[in-house]
């Protein structure tokens, strides 16, 4: 992050000052546009492997599959009074 600072004060020469304003907003609109762009990909797919796996979101999805729930109407079929 520091690096990052340097780059942005003595390379760049991005300041506080009243004639940089529109510099400083436009890296700041970069960043915030390279974060969603980042972030949201991410969450989009994680979302995407855990439904393409079958689990459900947060649940500890190990690749495994669930076992699959018995119908009760299966269960009940061939019983007396079923």
Known sequence: MLQILVHVVFFLHLTTAREQRWSLVALVFSVV????????????????????????????CDGRRAPHKKDPEQTTRGQPGG
């Open 33 to 60: 546009i390279i974060a969603l762009l980042v972030g949201l990909s991410l969450w989009i797919m994680y979302y995407v492997h855990a439904n393409m796996l079958g689990c459900e979101i947060g649940s500890n």
